[in-house]
């Protein structure tokens, strides 16, 4: 089936540091992926669309130029949350559509964990 | 008012017996119906999709869909402590392609 990979898996690092996360489909085209944040004992909260070749669409509340997204190829979007702060710790996850207009399911990474010290 | 609505549980049934996880959702206008599981510490996976009213059955999975009264729900089958985890109740509604989550209902299966 469709498989999403994402990397790193896990990431700890200073306060101010920027942290580049990828998220690639390994073997379909995405056309469109997903970014998610998800605290503790909380269900997912979508931070961002980004789609191949155009702006990321984010969410109300995300800041656009904290968490910075490309999507410059239809296998590989990344994000980059810059100057993190501890507060930014969390687990992030990305998913995937193949078909912009299709109806099947997005596919998951595996997520990244955050730390900030 | 939430867009899709989970029982937060947690939910806690016998090894053997019959799990039942239910959600319903606000908008009329949605076409796809995803359930997802999600252990801790880790990253949903599909379970079941469903996209027409009725029944869809997958081993000991079964999803069901009542557009008209805006639910969806998950049966599992012969419940097996390997099965405790978060579910995920998500929708996609028609010319979106984000999906809307619940906040999901922990399941705990007991030997």
């Known amino acids: 089936g469709a498989v999403v990979s994402q990397h790193p898996s896990r990431v700890i690092c200073k306060s101010g540091t920027s942290v580049k996360i990828e998220c690639r489909s390994l073997?379909?085209?995405?056309?469109?992926m997903f970014w998610y944040r998800q605290f503790p004992k909380q269900s997912l909260m979508l931070m961002a669309t980004?789609?191949?070749?155009?702006?990321?669409?984010?969410e109300q509340g995300v800041e656009k130029d904290k968490f910075l997204i490309n999507h410059a190829s239809l296998t590989l979007s990344t994000l980059t949350v810059t100057s993190a702060h501890p507060e930014d710790s969390s687990f992030y996850i990305c998913?995937?559509?193949?078909?912009?207009?299709?109806?099947?399911?997005?596919?998951f990474g595996d997520g990244t964990r955050l730390s900030i010290l | 008012q939430k867009e899709v609505e989970q029982n937060s549980g947690p939910l806690s049934v016998p090894e053997g017996a019959i799990a039942s996880l239910n959600c319903t959702y606000s908008?009329?206008?949605?076409?796809?119906f995803f359930w997802y599981r999600q252990y801790s510490g880790k990253s949903p996976e599909l379970i079941m999709s469903?996209?027409?009213?009725g029944d869809k059955e997958d081993g000991r999975f079964t999803a069901q869909l009542n557009k008209a009264s805006q639910y969806v729900s998950l049966l599992i089958r012969d419940s097996q402590p390997s099965d405790s985890a978060t579910y995920l109740c998500?929708?996609?509604?028609?010319?979106?392609?984000?999906?809307?989550f619940g906040t999901g209902t922990r399941l705990l299966v007991s030997p």
């Open positions: 998913s995937a559509n193949w078909d912009r207009d299709s109806n099947q399911p997005q596919h």
């Open positions: 073997d379909f085209q995405a056309t469109t």
């Open positions: 980004s789609n191949e070749g155009s702006k990321a669409t984010y």
């Open positions: 908008d009329r206008g949605s076409q796809s």
């Open positions: 469903i996209y027409s009213n």
């Open positions: 998500a929708v996609r509604s028609t010319g979106f392609q984000k999906l809307v």
